[in-house]
Structure formats: structure tokens, C-alpha cells
């Protein structure tokens, strides 16, 4: 009855949501439409077509299929160029603390990630061996809210729905490991992700007694 881990990626383990924000900004300063820090609240979690269409909708824009596949590569392209420049300064404080010491007990740990970006983003901040499987935006068809991300990583992980533990920080997210039947613990701020069974603002929160309390799911 082993319990399983797993970790969304963008605003989990690394704050990659300013440079997606950079990129879509980028975009739509050029399609002249209005785009603030807080419309970026709403593409976290969300694949990267999802975000697209929103900012299509939000400028009243309709897209021939060619333009928006140029549009999602060129968003995609300037992402990337911020993302090459990453390293290990950027993984959010005390992750690698949580995942060595999960690590050490020989806990099976996943990634569940919308991004199709995840596995070189992982690489670059040097925590790709910490994780069994990676589930990410190339291995789902369905996005968050959608449970299919986190269902995916629990069968490759070979653990039950109910035995898994996810951290999250988007709403979507939230919701898809709820969907799942799984312990959702939300990652940030504690009146948006109110859905989740447990919250915190980030992993100096968390301690090794949560952990073993998660891990023999001696939890309330
Ligand atoms: C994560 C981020 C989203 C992003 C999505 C797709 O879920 O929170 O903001 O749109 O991944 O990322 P990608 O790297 O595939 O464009
Ligand atoms: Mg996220």
C-alpha cells in the first residue's frame, strides 16, 4: 500500500510563470491586445493552445489554422530563449530538500506537468534523476482540470489514485487531483486554492513529519 508523489512543474518546483508571461506579452503587444499579470493567473495549468485561444478571445481575434500554429511557435520560441538561460538558482526554495529526502526513503515520485517543455526544464535545473516518470503535455490528451495527467502518473507509478499525493499550485490543478481521488495540496496562496486539502505558501512549510505523515497517510 505504497504512496506515491507527484509534483506539478510551473510554479511547484520552478517560477518559469514570468517568462510564460514574458512570451505571451511579447505576442500580444504585437496582435494589440491588453495583457496583464493578472489575465496570466488564468494560463497557469493551462496547455499551451488553451492559453491561445483565451488570448485570441480576449482581443476578439479569429485565427486562420496557419496563423495559429505560427503563433503558438512563435510564443513557444521566446519561451524557450528565457528558458536556456536557466539553472539551479531557479528551483523554488527548499524543493530539492523535499524531493532528496523523499528520495531517500525510496518513495515513487512523478512529474505532472501541461508543459510539453518539462523534460528540458528539468534538465537544466538538474532534478531530472529525482523522478520515476515524467507525465507531461506530450503524454496527455485531456488538460487539467481533467484528471488524465495525474491518473496517468499514479498507473505508471504503479500506485492507487487514493494513495497518491500531488502539489499544485494552479486552480486546475487543484481540481484534477481532486477528480482523481487523490490529496491535493496546494502550493501558494491559501484563498485561491481553496479546494485544496491542504495548504501551504511554499516547501520551507513543509516539514519531514507532513511528509511522514503523507507517506503513512496518517492524515486528517
Ligand atoms: C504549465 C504552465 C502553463 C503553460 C503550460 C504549457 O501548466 O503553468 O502556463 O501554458 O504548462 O507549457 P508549455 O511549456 O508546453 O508551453
Ligand atoms: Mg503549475
Redesign the pocket.
Known amino acids: 500500500n505504497k504512496t506515491g508523489f507527484i509534483f506539478?512543474?510551473?510554479?511547484v518546483i520552478v517560477d518559469?510563470?514570468k517568462y510564460?508571461f514574458l512570451a505571451w506579452k511579447k505576442l500580444a503587444d504585437e496582435l494589440g491586445i491588453d495583457f496583464t499579470e493578472k489575465d496570466n493567473e488564468r494560463?497557469?495549468?493551462?496547455?499551451?493552445k488553451r492559453?491561445l485561444e483565451i488570448l485570441l478571445e480576449m482581443g476578439g481575434i479569429k485565427a486562420t489554422e496557419e496563423q495559429f500554429s505560427a503563433w503558438l511557435v512563435e510564443?513557444?520560441e521566446d519561451?524557450l530563449a528565457y528558458i536556456d538561460a536557466m539553472d539551479e538558482s531557479e528551483i523554488l526554495p527548499d524543493v530539492p530538500k523535499v524531493l532528496k529526502y523523499l528520495k531517500n526513503l525510496k518513495i515513487p515520485m512523478a512529474l505532472g506537468?501541461?508543459?510539453?517543455?518539462?523534460r528540458s526544464i528539468l534538465e537544466k535545473v538538474n532534478l531530472l534523476s529525482y523522478f520515476d516518470t515524467l507525465v507531461d503535455?506530450n503524454s496527455v490528451t485531456k488538460a487539467?482540470p481533467d484528471p488524465e495527467v495525474f491518473q496517468i502518473a499514479a498507473e505508471r507509478l504503479g500506485v492507487k489514485p487514493e494513495n497518491c499525493v500531488v502539489f499544485e499550485d494552479?486552480l486546475a490543478g487543484i481540481e484534477a487531483a481532486n477528480r482523481a481521488g487523490m490529496i491535493s495540496i496546494g502550493i501558494g496562496e491559501a484563498n485561491v486554492l481553496t479546494a485544496a486539502r491542504f495548504n501551504f505558501v511554499d516547501f520551507t512549510e513543509i516539514d519531514s513529519e507532513f511528509l511522514n505523515n503523507l507517506i503513512h497517510r496518517n492524515i486528517k
Do not use: E, M, P
Not at 506539478?8 to 510554479?11: A, E, M, V
Open positions: 506539478d512543474l510551473d510554479g518559469t510563470a510564460h494560463f497557469k495549468g493551462v496547455s499551451r492559453c510564443k513557444n519561451y506537468s501541461a508543459s510539453k517543455n518539462a503535455g487539467k494552479a
